[in-house]
């Protein structure tokens, strides 16, 4: 490193560095007013849907023939986790999850050979299904939602409205994809009673053949002249309800008019489609994804201007609302951390002036805009946006950066005190420093490398952190060999006075070093003794995988029994309305019937269309007021939906996790699954943390079993197959066309009228058409019998999974409650039959596999900090020394998350890794100035305390700069957990290493203890 001297380049060379500078500064604020806003880090959803219908089919049939067989083959794909799938009479739908390792560049692939497995099979499916039908845009992120209101205006012609809307929204720059929420569909409905027209000789199919060639699409052919085409077209397509009254069917020597034979009625859906409502009104939402790569503040931006176009030329009484506006929380998001950031610049400038003074202040206050700009360009190129990661990694990183420009102009600022040139001062900063600073720099990059490579979402969410942060340590060096000596020519003094002023606390601090290093044994054996009581004192402290996000919306979900209509669960979603729209601390509430939310929030747990499943967003008024209102909800609902499973929660951060305590119990029969899980859920019940203890499918439902007396069916010239045709036809209806209207296709469905569709007890008396033409009623050829089945059947990995799920009580993590339940769940594991096992899910198992993904990097990261320090120390014995001291920071960082109650978190464990390398990098520095004033000439007792007084200065600022640079955000929700562990950790390990590390030293090497002071 003497022989290329780069601060002696720099300074031989300034005008280059200086241009050099000057142009990093205007890219660094071109690339910072570019670079795209985002309110959370993207991270890749490795889930698949695969749905697949069978009409008539029962849910058994269905599971076997069906579900089995296309789990069995996805089993197949490479990078598989695991598959899940639920299973009711008739749909299939099965889950494809890709394990956590899987590289982001892999995913398309092994969606594509999930569609090719599938389809290799689709010939060995039963005949008449519908499907498969496949769907991965799980990252979609809908982060503009609007809702349209009509006062006087049919659902058709809002609809109209909500379809132009979509197609201007479609043409504005960074919209990716939009998508119409809540829109009911049409249905033409030819409505018959099957005793009339029994007793007129007729059957329902004539009315179907009749519909369905009179609208049929035929082509009529095309005329050739000598010198042109002629189209020819046949008129008598179906348009209104009048054209369909008209039709014809003959009858004996007779012609009846439909209109004599049927109600005719357009009408939306019955049963309804998934709903949307705004505020408690029925209204259709407006989804809009931005493309990827795109800028979310752009694009909102545009989308305001065409919305208020739009809106003017809307009609009086249709309203539009904004539901979700992530631009405007992206915005006032990246204000907030930009004010911290720049909080943060503040502090660790006042550090600098008020530890080095004005001038030597200011090449280190210097020095940060220069890092900050550069990082900025390098994020521009590698795609970073500012988001919730990336810019608590700056400030976490604020605090880091200037630790080498520290060291430099200390170094200059002591050499010039000694008497020294300018010049000679800055390049010898270089030459004493610049190897140490470099791999205190790589070492503590090296502290995040399981944080950048951690191959889990949790990893890939905060791979950020590590990107942000090595980026600016690495420029940081080069700042400070280059441009800091350069700037300290131009600013330092020939002469600078001695620092007078810390000269009373620098001999009550060496005081206290000669005693801890005359008394090393028990020194060391004190912290030592401390440090084990920090270890016993570690699982005191609350787990946690990601804290709840700091966002006034709560999510209320709600679950009926899973036989209830979408029309019950619409009820219940109006109950919730009512007590929304009372309640004063309710900014506005979208809600969806018979689905989830979108994902207007990347980590939102999205559920999937269900009619007995509502959701609502409630937006506070305040963040204050949002808990208080989370807490009066769950009680009122309690008492209004006493039938149903309501949870409210808050959104989360990080990967969803959706219910936070969850125990799968997996095996062949289901009848046993739920004797288990009722034991499962009784041991639940008796810890007083868990609340609303619920099942994903448990309770069976009543079924009509129609008996068909074969011998009589067949005497009558019938079948199981046209009695259940016959039967659904009835009771659900046939489509026989469909109505071409503008952009809609309308389906018209013929069906049996009210009063025999929805009463069960005249079920038996429904007309059976025989092949003659004479109907005979049911009770004639079957029995009906009620009878009961399970309504879904969950399956993971081809295995009946019953889950047994809870919610906390307020102030529980979810990791505290499962340990104390682990002695009763290890009793009832005890006595499992063969083949069935229990195993732990929710936040604990997403909390364990991406501690797994850290740990499994971990080895890495020791082996590149070994390596890099003895290529610096280059003795077993300097490097033992200098790893002993990091396991000792988990003093503070227990002591710190204890005093201010906060929990172990994903991401503060992220911060304790990352602390080794800080701590580490205090260490080679003090250890390297030892061997050096050792070379000098100084006795080994000497040569530790000139060197640990020498370093206590710059040690001591790095580690002050780290530690309040983190201020601004330590109570953030976030992060908060994070800078606590770091600043206690990194305090006490800072102390100890000016105290511990010399006395540990003195042991260690028999360093003779001097006679007197």
């Not at 560049?105 to 599938?118: D, G, I």
């Not at 084990?532 to 919306?553: G, K, N, T, W, Y």
């Not at 033992?880 to 503060?908: D, E, N």
């Amino acid at each position: 490193m003497a022989r290329v001297n780069l601060s002696s380049w720099a300074i031989e060379h300034r005008s280059l560095v200086l241009y050099t500078m000057l142009m990093s500064l205007v890219a660094g604020v071109y690339a910072f007013v570019n670079l795209g806003r985002n309110e959370d880090p993207s991270f890749t959803f490795k889930a698949m849907v695969v749905q697949t219908y069978w009409p008539g089919a029962s849910q058994t049939d269905t599971m076997a023939q069906v579900t089995d067989r296309i789990e069995q083959k996805i089993q197949e794909i490479d990078n598989l986790d695991y598959v899940k799938s639920y299973t009711t009479a008739g749909e299939s739908t099965v889950f494809v999850f890709l394990r956590q390792d899987t590289p982001k560049q892999a995913v398309p692939e092994a969606w594509q050979q999930v569609r090719n497995k599938v389809q290799d099979i689709v010939y060995q499916l039963p005949d008449g299904i519908r499907g498969p039908f496949f769907n991965d845009d799980f990252g979609d992120t809908f982060g503009v939602i609007l809702a349209l209101t009509a006062d006087g205006f049919s659902q058709r012609e809002l609809r109209d409205y909500a379809e132009q809307i979509k197609t201007r929204v479609q043409q504005v720059d960074d919209v990716a994809k939009v998508q119409i929420v809540g829109a009911q569909s049409e249905r033409i409905y030819v409505e018959f009673n099957s005793r009339r027209l029994a007793q007129l000789g007729l059957d329902s199919s004539a009315i179907i053949q009749a519909l369905a060639s009179q609208n049929a699409v035929v082509q009529s052919g095309v005329m050739r002249t000598a010198d042109n085409r002629v189209l020819v077209g046949v008129s008598g397509e179906l348009r209104t309800i009048d054209d369909f009254a008209n039709i014809n069917l003959a009858l004996g020597g007779r012609v009846l008019s439909l209109r004599d034979l049927a109600t005719i009625s357009r009408a939306t859906a019955d049963p309804a489609d998934p709903m949307f409502r705004f505020n408690g009104q029925p209204a259709i939402g407006i989804a809009i994804a931005m493309r990827d790569g795109g800028d979310i503040l752009r694009m909102g931006t545009k989308l305001e201007t065409t919305i208020a176009q739009l809106t003017k030329d809307l009609p009086v009484g249709i309203e539009p609302h904004l539901v979700a506006n992530q631009p405007h929380i992206v915005d006032t998001a990246v204000g907030e951390f930009t004010q911290a950031l720049f909080e943060a610049v503040v502090i660790v400038l006042a550090i600098s002036f008020l530890s080095l003074g004005v001038r030597a202040g200011s090449v280190v206050a210097m020095s940060i805009p220069l890092v900050l700009a550069a990082v900025f360009v390098a994020m521009d190129i590698l795609g970073i946006d500012l988001q919730r990661v990336s810019l608590g990694a700056l400030i976490i990183a604020l605090g880091l950066l200037v630790d080498d420009a520290m060291i430099t102009v200390e170094s200059m600022v002591t050499r010039l005190e000694q008497g020294h040139a300018l010049k000679p001062a800055a390049t010898y900063a270089y030459t004493a420093t610049a190897f140490p600073m470099l791999t205190g720099t790589l070492v503590t990059i090296i502290g995040f490398v399981p944080i950048g490579f951690a191959k889990s979402n949790a990893g890939e969410y905060t791979f950020s952190l590590f990107a942000v942060v090595a980026l600016a340590l690495i420029i940081s060096w080069f700042v400070a060999v280059l441009c800091a000596p350069l700037i300290g020519t131009w600013l330092l003094q020939q002469r600078t006075e001695q620092h007078s002023g810390s000269q009373r606390f620098m001999t009550y601090f060496q005081r206290l070093l000669v005693r801890a290093m005359r008394h090393a044994k028990t020194t060391v054996a004190i912290i030592t003794g401390i440090f084990v009581l920090s270890l016993f004192l570690l699982p005191f402290i609350q787990q946690q995988f990601f804290p709840s996000a700091d966002r006034e919306e709560l999510i209320v979900d709600i679950t009926l029994p899973q036989d209830a209509t979408i029309d019950a669960t619409a009820a219940a979603a109006q109950a919730l309305d009512g007590l929304l729209a009372q309640d004063e601390a309710v900014a506005h509430w979208s809600t969806y019937v018979g689905r989830g939310a979108v994902r207007f929030y990347l980590p939102l747990d999205v559920k999937l269309q269900n009619p007995f499943f509502a959701e609502a967003v409630v937006v506070a008024k305040s963040l204050d007021v949002r808990d208080e209102l989370q807490q009066r909800l769950a009680r009122d609902l309690r008492e209004r939906l006493p039938g149903a499973l309501v949870r409210i929660y808050p959104l989360e951060l990080g990967p969803p996790v959706g219910w936070p305590v969850q125990y799968r119990i997996s095996g062949s029969d289901p009848v046993k699954l739920r004797e288990i899980a009722q034991q499962v859920a009784v041991a639940m019940a008796q810890n007083p943390h868990a609340d609303n203890i619920n099942f994903d499918w448990m309770e069976p439902i009543r079924k009509l079993e129609v008996e068909v007396d074969q011998s009589q069916a067949r005497r009558l010239g019938l079948s199981s197959a046209s009695i259940a045709q016959a039967i659904n036809r009835a009771v659900r209806g046939d489509v026989a066309t469909q109505v071409r209207d503008n952009i809609y296709l309308i389906d018209v469905v013929v069906r049996a009228d009210a009063s025999e569709r929805d009463d069960i007890e005249h079920l038996q008396t429904l007309a059976i058409p025989l092949p003659n033409g004479v109907s005979v009623p049911l009770a004639t050829v079957a029995n009906v019998r009620y009878s009961q089945a399970l309504p879904m059947v969950w399956r993971r990995d081809r295995m009946p999974t019953l889950s047994v799920r809870a919610d906390l009580r307020e102030g529980v993590m979810p990791a505290t409650v499962v340990a104390e339940l682990q002695p009763a769940m290890s009793q009832i594991r005890a006595h499992l039959p063969a083949g069935y096992r229990i195993d732990d899910g929710g936040a604990v198992e997403e909390s364990r596999q991406s501690q797994q993904s850290v740990a499994a990097v971990f080895p890495i990261a020791i082996i590149l900090m070994l390596t890099v320090l003895m290529v610096q120390l280059q003795r077993f014995s300097y490097l033992l020394l200098v790893v002993s001291v990091a396991p000792l920071g988990l003093i503070g960082v227990v002591a710190a998350l204890l005093a201010l109650s906060q929990p172990l978190g994903f991401v503060a464990l992220l911060g304790i890794v990352a602390l080794i390398g800080m701590i580490v990098r205090n260490s080679v520095i003090l250890v390297h100035q030892i061997h050096v004033e050792q070379e000098a000439g100084h006795s080994p007792w000497d040569a530790v305390i000139h060197a640990t007084t020498l370093r206590f200065r710059p040690i001591m600022l790095t580690s002050v700069a780290a530690i309040l640079g983190m201020v601004p955000i330590a109570n953030t929700v976030f992060w908060g957990p994070m800078a606590t562990a770091i600043m206690g950790g990194l305090a006490v390990a800072t102390v100890l290493t000016l105290l511990f590390l010399p006395a540990l030293y003195v042991i260690c090497f028999r360093v003779n203890v001097p006679a007197t002071p």
